[in-house]
C-alpha cells in the first residue's frame, strides 16, 4: 500500500495546520538553546555536542516542513488570504530555526569561554529570546481561527494584542543585548580580538531569534490590516 505523505494529509483538513506545525517545531529547536549554553558554560562537551546534535536534527525537520508546505500548499485559496503572504510568513518561521542551528555550529566550531559577570545577562537575554518564539507560535497557533473570521472581530482584536506583547517581549531582548554587549566591551582588552569578533556576532544572533520572531507577529498584523 502506497503510503500517505503527512503533509499533503494535513493540507486536506486545513491549509494552515502545516504553517502551524512548521512553528511548532521551530519553537522545539529553539527552547534547547538555554540548555546549549548551560553547557558551555558548565564545560560540558558531551552535552554541548548532543544538545547541538538535537537543535540541527530539529531544524532539519523544520526544513523538511517547508519544503513541503511550498509544494503543496494551493495555487489559489478561496479565503481571504494570499499564497505569497503565507510563503513570506513561513520564510521568517524558517529564519528563526536557521539561526538557532547558526548558534549550535558557531559554538560547535570554536571553543568559547563565558566571563563569570556575563553569565547572568547572557541567560537574561536567552530566555526572553527563547518567550518571543513561544508568544511567536502562539500567533501562529491562530491563525485558523483568524481565517474563520475574515481577519477581523474579536478574534483580530485578539491577535493584535498578542503582538503587543509579542513586540514588548522583543524590546526587552534589544535592552538585554545591549546590556550584555557593555559587559563584553569591559573584557575586550583580556579577551583575543577574535573571540571579541565571535561574542558580539554571539549575542546578535541571540538577538534575531526576538527579532524574527517578532517579525512573524507582524506579518499576521499586515494580514489583518489588509
Known amino acids: 500500500m502506497k503510503s500517505k505523505n503527512p503533509i499533503a494529509a494535513l493540507f486536506a483538513g486545513s491549509p494552515f495546520k502545516p504553517m502551524q506545525q512548521h512553528m511548532t ?4 529547536c529553539v527552547a534547547r538553546v538555554p540548555s546549549l ?5 558548565a564545560g560540558d562537551e558531551e552535552s554541548l555536542n548532543r544538545i547541538s546534535d538535537e537543535i540541527f536534527a530539529k531544524e532539519s525537520e523544520a526544513d523538511g516542513i517547508k519544503n513541503q508546505v511550498r509544494l503543496h500548499l494551493p495555487k489559489s485559496l478561496f479565503m481571504p488570504v494570499d499564497r505569497r503572504d503565507l510563503l513570506e510568513v513561513l520564510e521568517v518561521q524558517d529564519s528563526i530555526a536557521d539561526t538557532a542551528q547558526d548558534i549550535a555550529g558557531l559554538l560547535l ?3 568559547m569561554t563565558v566571563p563569570d559577570d556575563m553569565q547572568a545577562d547572557l541567560r537574561a537575554l536567552i530566555g526572553r529570546c527563547v518567550d518571543a518564539c513561544k508568544q511567536s507560535t502562539a500567533v501562529i497557533g ?3 481561527e483568524l481565517v474563520e473570521t475574515g481577519f477581523r472581530g474579536p478574534e483580530a482584536a485578539r491577535v493584535e494584542t498578542m503582538v503587543q506583547e509579542l513586540n514588548k517581549i522583543e524590546s526587552e531582548t534589544d535592552d538585554l543585548g545591549m546590556a550584555l554587549a557593555k559587559t563584553l566591551f569591559q573584557h575586550e582588552d583580556s579577551m583575543s580580538p577574535v573571540s571579541v ?9 541571540i538577538g534575531n531569534l526576538a527579532d524574527y520572531s517578532e517579525r512573524v507577529g507582524d ?3 499586515l494580514l489583518i490590516a489588509r
Open 197 to 205: 569578533m565571535f561574542w558580539y556576532r554571539l549575542i546578535r544572533w
Open 219 to 221: 506579518r499576521l498584523l
Open 25 to 28: 517545531v521551530v519553537n522545539d
Open 109 to 111: 566550531q570554536r571553543e
Open 142 to 144: 491562530e491563525l485558523d
Open 37 to 41: 549554553f548551560d553547557a558551555l558554560i
